[in-house]
Each structure stands twice: as structure tokens, then as C-alpha cells.
């Protein structure tokens, strides 16, 4: 980018006044308030013009206005045309005086201020990827940046570059200087978290633990308070439970106290009746009284007339009775034990003879059996008993098949015939032993059996001898089953004929065991009856022992007992006795009698006088009774006696009512107390008015027991209510509890939070900006590099030829002819102004960003050097116009024009441009020759 | 039969945005909100007064509040009918239990609906309250009236439902129910609180709390006087009881080119009458500005309190041309915004404060 013109529309004392520039290098020189200053502000006001930001305009761009507004009124208005390095053309034109009014137009004059509106502004800056805040400090080189750099401290350059790295000069200074407002602003308005620290973070920290502990405290005093309240309440109830049975005890115990006084004074009113003697009469003296109670004891000795008749009477009859007594007996008044023990004898024996006689068994009728007995009868029922056996069929067939046999086989002979005869003899043999023949049975049978063995030893020798065999066997056990039945036969006709020789009609033998047991019954009826009998008779011959013994202890006791049965003797005998004993009894009561009737004889004259003494004292009682006023007969005794009895229980009586009533007066006196009664009444109303209808308690005593221990109760639950609620106010004293603690939690959190945020902020700001700053010096340290290195040799005349920029700081370091490298600042002045320049453009260079050419705009840059380090920089700056760079010095020193004059005017790629110092304005160009100063 | 309603009353609420001696004051606004609709129950003559629950906030409730409460309503001369809430659960030490109400007060601490036929006029009140903090049932579900009253209204602290995404419930509401559940249970209307946006719906009324507990309530702080028909229907009318003037401004600073001008700019829009202003700052502000929001509170005075807060407040860089420098601060500018760890916020704070300080300015903190 080049500018071409500047247009001066209205700027300070310029009017519609241009200046044209040259693309290389343009010196405009003028003296003071030639308008050096002017043409400088059109350039940057027509170019950038100001920001049109949100609010007030900042104070540097407002004093810029103001210093180059026209006086005249006019707004400040001022343009600018540049062209790219593509040779493309713009006009940028700004009214700062009306920040609205500015705009931006191309070579074929469209509007194009859209494409370079930056802040709501247009900013012709926008061609170089630069603003119009970067564009002073990329762009424009003062005089005092070439000062600082040539003659400030050796640390300029580096903090001229890096703050040109940092903000491209539009803030203010490096980034460490940032970083370092950063850390201040921390130290100050954060802290450390370090204990004990009083720094903001610590403290709020702390606030924050505080006001947390304090949030803890008031809910735990909250829900302490709430079971506090819970408790309180409870005790309360309790009390107030309490107090309500205590005052329904303390009722109920007035109620039972009014209804004691009710009775006392009920007591107190019947005392003081009984205290009223007006009623009463007066009582005899007691002389007197003593006198007919004297006179009526005396009278009072149970002695009459009749009791004397009485005693006289039984005298009599007494003489009577002993008159009349029997004389002792002589005979035995108690019948003798040998007597009685002999007489129970006799009745004994003759109660066992009567009951042997009660004993008699019944005759029973025999049945007529001859002389069988039971036994034979039974026998002989055993022998009919039964069906009459017969000889088995088959032992007649075998037999006759035996026989057959026999008979065929011829020769049968000898042998047949000795065993026929064998078989024969132990057939009888049997029927002997059968009729109990033994020895001739044995004899037969042992001989039939030889026959039998010679027959079948015999047939067994020849061919018909088991034929014979068979055939004796077979006749021998026919002929022992033929005896057998005979043998009965027998037996049932011998029984049959035992039982008629006897008489019995039947041969049945179940009648025969019927009969058997009629008979054998009546045998032993018939043995019962002579046992009985002869009992009977022993008895009643031990009753004869018996009566002859009794007879004999009789006799001996001398009873008659001739002729007369000895029960008629024992009868007589115990008569007797009986008698004797009575008589005995007369006897005894003579004594008795006697002495009564000398006891009565002795007391009748005692009587009579008694009888008497007892006149004369009721004479006496009938004279005193009537001087006390009682009048009676002598006539009735008693009668007089029981009005003296009553005359005297009278005075008695009066006597103790006068002494009741005075207990009564006594006791009165004590229980009024000294009041009257009238005031206890009026007391006892006003005590039963007050309890109502109260139920007395039924106690009074225990009442006052429970009541004493229900009062302590009461003090308790109280005192505990009470307690608690000393408790509950201590909390409830608490201010405004759990919402203010964790009001202030809150706000203590917010403070902190902010400070923790602002923390992280700073820090985060803090590493990004150190980071930026790394990555940028990284990539403009190589930049700066070649910048100074190319030009260095020559700047330095050779001695210099290597450079380098370190990239932390980028401080540039020249190697010196030893091979050493030193700071650049270090240099001359001169050389250091120059290699500034280099460095300043290099930076621009790297700063913008679309790719043009920075022009480089100057303001006095030689104004403090001399005239060798003037030229020397004008050919540094002459060198980079001509590398394309277009370079503008705004200048008052001559020097320079002179340089100008002398390298610039005929060239046309640069210009010398002088200000008319009246007007500001550019004075027409000059040639070459002309141009150059006059010395 | 006429009623009077409120619900959310949350006496001893925290404000944990203010100054203590403010969010004091605004529990005591509360307290004579409450004062308010109490005396609005007498006045309008009606016949109990009704509190839907959130009397108050059990975990800061302080025995002065039990007092408060226990005098108000002992001298409020009609039936007082409480229906503890999620906030003022009926536990065994909460206030409702540990307090010794006049006769006139009637707390329904049953976890289901209990009938009141205390307001006579043929009406039975069914009432319940929470017993826990969450966790409640729906008190409707499967409930049906019973009794020969002519109309029968209910009394409890729950979420309608259909309302509970509009207010933000969490995901487990407090004790549940829907309009339709309170036709099909028999009663002509039920009262309930939770919500504090005043609603009146068809089968139910919402009051809402009767004084500001945040910054930006709609509706009216108010208490509901209700006129119930015989046939059950309701006629309501809100009465405003607030006591706190509550109001919520937003200001644009965008012009200001000092904190001066933000303050003045603030100032000018103040309303005349709030008690507590809530602030909030917006606009591009011009980098040059140094604001500290405590300029703003600042403002606040023995009657007002002021709080401020940024939504959309930013430093007007033009951060689009910095970043194109190829300086430090365009490397600053350019890593900050390719900073993935930063939030919106952070990244806004880091972008000024290092501008900040390059700029020479010790002015490093943002205000957010």
C-alpha cells in the first residue's frame, strides 16, 4: 500500500487543501506550524479517522479532534487516497467532527466502506490486516521512538519490541508489564490461601468456615430447640396435669374440711343444746336423796310373810318324807355276775338250738332203683349207650377171595391146613383175651402163631403158600372184629338184666343218667339230713348244760327252784333285786332329808323377825317417800318401792343431765374458741357455698397425704417446665437462627467464589498471555533476524555481520568482529537508531497480515541527531523506499531537506514536498537543480 | 359460605441474595402479608381461613414465628384451617405439633383426607397435610366423599399434575393429583397450595404465596376470598396482602462510557415504589468502562435494596480484528477463544482482563 494524496478538506487552518506523494520516498519539510502536524493528522484522520465505539469518546481521540478541528466552525474533514501494491485505488474519507459521516470508495468511485468498517468506522488500515489503533505504533516512527531507542536506557529497544509484539502499540507496554499488573492485581485483591494470611481469598475463606461452623451451630441449636420444645411441651402437660388434679384434690379436700365443719358445728349446735338447763328441775339435796335411798334399801330385803308360810311348810314335809322312808334290804340289789353271765349262757345255747332247727333240709323222695347207686346206674347207661357194632363187609370178601385162592391152588395141604389152624388159634386167642382169659389167650395165640409160621414158611417154600397166608390173616381179623361184637352184645344183655333184677323200668341211657342223678341227689340229701340231726341234738343237749348250770348258780344264791323251770326262778331272782335296790335308794336319802329339816327348822325364827324389821322399813320408806313427794300404799310394797326407784333414777337422771349439760357447756366453750357460735355458722356457710357441688374427698387424712406429695410433685413438673423453657428462651434468644446463618453462609460463598473465580481468571490470563507471548516472539524472532541482517554489514561498515534475536525476549544481539555477541543496543547510537528502523519495519512487516507493503510514516526522526547519523539514516530510509517500501518524513530540519534536496528531487519515484509556512500548504515542486538549498 | 385462602406463606424463607438486615425485613414482609390476608378473613366476614400448606419453612423456623402465629390466630376470631406441606411437614416436633394452638386453629396432620364439618352451612372440608419433606402421595387417588353434606371441598398441598412441567417440579412430586381426579372424588373444589403462580382452575385454586419470595413472580401476591355457592360452585376474588415491593428491571449499558453513566443509567430506571430491585446489566460496554458492580448496589438505600446481576453484559472488543493481529494480543485473543476448558463466562472474564492488562489497566476484574 502507498498513499498517493492527502486531502486536507478541513483540518485545522487547512482548507480543501492535497498534498501528493510520491511512491518512494516523500520528505515534507517546513519550519514550525508550517503544518507538518496538519498534513500528519489528514493523513491518519482521512486514512483511519477515529472509532465510533460504544459511549463516550476516549480521551486521547478527543483531544485529538479537538487539537485539529478548525477554529472556524468547520467540521474536521479530511481524505485519503492510496493505492495496493496491485495497484488498486481508494479514497477513505472521515468527518470526525460527525463520526457517522465517513466513507470508502474505489478507483471507479464505488462505495466500499462496508469492506473496511472496523468499529463501526471505516478504517483504510483494514488493506494491511491492521486497525487503526495498530497502525500508529506499526506505521508511524515519532521522534521520541528513535530518542528512546538512540539515547534511553539500553533496555529500549528490547521493550520497544516486545511491547510493538505485543500490542503492536496499541496498548500499553510489553506483555511482562501485563503479566506483572496481573500478579499485582492478585497479590492485592486475592491473596494467598496461606494460613494466617490477611489477604482477601484467606480471609473470605475463613468467613466461609466461620459462617459455615455458626450454620452448623444454629441447626443443631434448631433441632435442639425443637425436641427442646417437644420436651417443654411434655413437661408442661404434665405440670399442668398435675396442677389440675391437685386443684381437684385441694376442692375435694375443702369439700371434705366444710363438710367436717358442718359436723363440728352440728356438734358445736347439739352441745350447746345439751348445755341448756333451762329445761331441767332442780335436784333433790342430796341428804335427802340419801335418806330415801337409805330408807329404800332397807325396805328393800326380800323378806314377806309367805316366805315364812313356806319355810313352815316344808318343814312339815319333811318330817313327812323321813316318816315315811323303807328300812335297808338284805337281799343283793344288783343281780350277781354269775347270775347274768349264767343266764346269757342259756339264752345263747338256745338261740343256736333254735336255729339249728330253722336249719332242717328237705326231705327228698328216691327213685326206686334197687340197689344200684349213681355210679352203677351211670356205668350201666355207658354200656347201653350207643349203636351195636358189626363185622366190616370187606373182611368177609377178603376173606372168601383168600379162600378162593386157596382152593385153586392144589396141594395146598399140610401147610393150608396148619395155618387155617393158626390162623384158628390166634382167633381164640383174642376172643380169650376179649373175655379175659390171658393166660390161655396167650397160650392159644402163641401157638396159632407157630402154626402160622410154619405155614408160611412152609407156602413159602412152595407155590401156595402166600394164598394160605393171606387166608389166615384174613379169618383172624374177621374172627377178632366177630368177637368184638359179641363181646358187646354181651355186655349190653348182662346190663340189661342188672337193671330189671333192680327194679329200674328203663334201659334208656340218658333216663339211666337222669336216674343216676335222682339218686345220687337223694344220697346226698340223705347225708344232710342225719348231719342236721345230729347237730340238733347236740344242741339241745348244750341247752340242758346251760339251764342246769343257771339253776345251780340260783341255788346257790338261794333261790327255790323246786318244781318251778329256771326261768321262772331267774324272774324271780332279778324281782328281787330290783326290789332290794329300791328300797336300798329310800334308805340312802335320810340323811339328806334330816339335815333340811334341821336347816329349816333352825331359820324359821330368823325369818319371822326379818319379816319383821322389813315392815317397819317399808314404813319408813312410806314416810320419807312422802316427804319427797311420793305417795304409795303400804299396801303395795313394790309399788311404793318402784316410785322410790324412779323418784331416785329421776334425780340420777337430773343429775346427769346438769352434769352433761355442763361437758356440754365445757366442750362448747373449747370448740368455739372464743367465737360464736353464730360466726362458725356464718363461717361453715361461706366455706360450703365455696366448694359447690364438690364430692368431699372420702379421706381426708390420706387426702392431705396425697396432697403434700402432689404438691411436691407439682414443684417438680413445674420447675422442670420452667427449666426447659429457660432452656428453649436461651435458644429462642438466638436472633434470626438457621435463615440468617445460612444467609451469611451465602454471602460469604458468594465472596469467596468471586475471589476464586477472579483467581482463576487472573491465573488463566496469566498463562494465556504468557503463552501468547512464547509462540509470537517465536515467530517474529527469525523475522527480525533477517531483517537486521541483511542491511547490517552495510550499516556498520563490516563489522557487524551476524545477528541474532533471542526469541524470550527478543533482544537483538550483533556478533562483533571477536566473534563475540553483544546487544545491539549497545551499538552506537546511530547504529542502534538504525537497526531500530530495520527492526520496526520488520515488525510491520510481520504484523500485517493481507500481504501489502507497510508504508513507513516519520515525524522528525534526525531532530536529535547530527548531521552524520541524519544522512545515514535518510539513506537507510531512501534504501528501503527503493526496495518498495514508500516512506514518508515529516521533517523542520534543513539537514534534511538539503539530503532531500540532494538524493530525492528529480527522481520520480520520490518527491520533496516544502510547506508554505503562512497557508500549510504544499509550494509548488521544485526542480532538481533549484531544489537545492541555497548553501 | 365464604372462604378465605392463601398457601406458600414460607414465614422464616431465606434470601440468600441480600444483605442480612434485608432479608430480614423481607421476613417480616412476609409475616404481615400473612397478617394481612388474616385480617382480610375478618374483614370480608368470612367463615375460616384457609392455608394450603408451606405455612412455613421448618428447617428455619424460629420460635418467634411460633408465637407470631399462635397470637394471630387466637385473636383471628374464626376457624383457622392448617394443611401442613412439603416445607412444614407435620412431624412429631414441628410446630403444628409442639405449639398450643387456640381452639379456633385446626391442623390436619393425617396423611390422608380427614373430614371438617366445623364450617356447617351443609359443607364438609376434607383436609390433609404431608408428613415427611417428599415422598407424599396423591391424597385423591382412590379417595371418594362420603357424608350427607351438601358440598363437600377439599384442603391440601400438592401438584396439579399438568402444572408440574410449567413450574418446574422435580421428579418426584409432592402428593399428585389432576382435576379429574377431584370430579371423580365428589368434591366441588379443592384448595391447595405448592405452586406459587396463582392459578384458578376449574376444580382447583392456587393462591400463591401472598408475598414476593423471588425475583421475577407473575401474578398477583394475593389472597383468594371464596364465595361458595350452594351447589358448590366458587366465585373467587384476589386481594392483594404483599407487603414486600418487588420489582425486576433489566438495563441496557451499552452507552455508557464510564461506570458513572452505568450508575446513572441504572438510577434512571428505578422504580419509584420497589423495596427490592433486582438489576440486570446488559449491552455491549464499551472496553473503556471500569464497572464494579458494587457501583450499582451502591444504589441501595435504608428503603431499597438493590441487587444487580449481568445477563448478556459484554466488553465491546472487537474481538473479529484482534484476532487477526499478529501480535500478542492477537495470539491471546485467538487462544482464549480456541480455549476448550473455558466456559462462555470464564472466556469472557480472560479475554478482558488480559486485554485489560495490556491495555496498562489495573482495572483486572469483570464484572459477572
Known sequence: VRFTRIEAISVGRLADAHLDLAPGMTVVHGPNEAGKSTWHAALLAGWVGLRRGLGRMRGEDEAFRDRHTPWDGRPLVAAVEVETDDGVRYRFRHNLTDLHDHRATDGAGSDVTDRFVHEQVVDGARLLGLTRETVRATMVVGQADILRVAAGPSEELTAALQAAAATAGAGSGTVAEAIARIDAHRSQHVGSLRAGSSRPLRVATDEVDAARAALAEARRAHEARAHLRVQRDAAASRAEALADDLADLRRGIAAAEAERARTRLEALERLAREADTSGLATPAPDAQRERVRAARHAAATPVDDGHVAEREAEVDRLRRELAGLPEAPTHETVEAPEVRAAAEDLVTARLRADAVVEEAPEPVDAPEVGDLDAAALEELARVLDGTPPEVPAALREELAAAEAVLADRAGGGLLTALGVAGVLLLVIGVVLAAAGAVPAAVAAAVAGVAGLGVAVAGRGAGPGADAVARLADARAQLELAEASVRRVLTQRAAAEERLAAAGVPTVDPTGLRVLARRVRAAAEQEQARRSHEDRRRERTAAVARAEDRLRGVLESRGCDTDGRSVDEVLADYRAACERAAGAAAGSARRGDLEARLHAAERELPTLRDAAARHEQALATLAEVAAEVGITASLDDPDALDAAVAAWLDGQRVLDEAHAAAETARQRLADGLAGRTLDEVRADVAAATAAVGDVAPVPDLHAALEDLRALEHDVREAEGRAAELQGQVAAFDADGDGVAGAEERVAAAVTRRDRLERLDRTLETTRELLARAEQRVHQDVAPVLERAVATRLPQLTGGRHGDVRVVPATLEVQVRTEGGRYRRAQDLSHGTAEQVYLLLRVALAEHLVTTGETAPLVLDDPTVHADATRTRALLDLLRSLAEDGRQVLVFSQETAVRDWAAEHLVGDPRHALVDLDAATGSAVPALPAAAAASPD | ?368
Open chain 2, 1 to 368: 359460605m365464604r372462604l378465605v385462602l392463601t398457601s406458600d406463606v414460607h414465614l422464616d424463607r431465606t434470601f440468600l441474595w441480600a444483605r442480612p438486615e434485608v432479608a430480614r425485613r423481607r421476613r417480616a414482609n412476609i409475616r404481615t402479608a400473612f397478617a394481612r390476608a388474616v385480617t382480610l378473613a375478618a374483614e370480608v366476614e368470612a367463615d375460616a381461613l384457609l392455608v394450603a400448606g408451606d405455612l412455613y419453612e421448618d428447617e428455619h423456623v424460629t420460635p418467634d414465628t411460633a408465637a407470631f402465629l399462635q397470637r394471630l390466630f387466637a385473636e383471628a376470631g374464626l376457624p383457622v384451617l392448617l394443611a401442613p406441606g412439603n416445607h412444614d411437614p407435620a412431624t412429631r416436633d414441628s410446630l403444628y405439633a409442639t405449639t398450643r394452638w387456640a381452639p379456633n386453629v385446626h391442623v390436619f396432620d393425617r396423611p390422608g383426607l380427614v373430614a371438617f364439618d366445623g364450617l356447617g352451612d351443609g359443607v364438609r372440608l376434607w383436609g390433609a397435610g404431608h408428613l415427611t419433606h417428599a415422598g407424599t402421595d396423591g391424597f385423591l387417588r382412590g379417595f371418594r366423599v362420603d357424608g350427607t353434606a351438601d358440598v363437600h371441598l377439599a384442603l391440601f398441598h400438592g401438584s396439579e399434575v399438568s402444572t408440574i412441567a410449567r413450574e418446574g417440579e422435580d421428579k418426584d412430586p409432592h402428593a399428585p393429583f389432576t382435576p379429574a381426579e377431584v370430579a371423580a372424588s365428589g368434591l366441588a373444589h379443592a384448595f391447595v397450595g405448592h405452586f406459587h403462580t396463582p392459578h384458578d382452575g376449574e376444580w382447583h385454586t392456587y393462591p400463591g404465596n401472598p408475598d414476593p419470595l423471588t425475583f421475577g413472580e407473575s401474578g398477583e401476591r394475593a389472597a383468594v376470598v371464596v364465595d361458595v355457592a350452594a351447589d358448590g360452585t366458587v366465585t373467587r376474588e384476589r386481594r392483594v396482602v404483599a407487603a414486600s415491593r418487588v420489582a425486576d428491571v433489566t438495563v441496557d449499558v451499552g452507552g455508557a462510557a464510564s461506570a458513572h453513566d452505568v450508575v446513572a443509567a441504572v438510577r434512571a430506571h428505578l422504580p419509584g415504589d420497589a423495596g427490592e430491585v433486582r438489576v440486570t446489566l446488559c449491552g455491549d460496554l464499551s472496553p473503556a468502562v471500569d464497572l464494579d458492580l458494587s457501583d450499582v448496589t451502591a444504589l441501595s438505600d435504608g428503603d431499597r435494596e438493590v441487587v444487580v446481576r449481568t445477563r448478556g453484559l459484554h466488553v465491546a472488543y472487537d474481538l473479529e480484528a484482534l484476532a487477526e493481529e499478529q501480535t500478542v494480543r492477537g495470539q491471546f485473543v485467538r487462544d482464549v477463544a480456541s480455549a476448550s476448558d473455558l466456559d462462555d463466562d470464564e472466556r469472557h472474564r480472560v479475554l478482558v482482563t488480559g486485554l485489560r492488562a495490556l491495555d496498562g489497566r489495573t482495572d483486572l476484574e469483570v464484572a459477572s
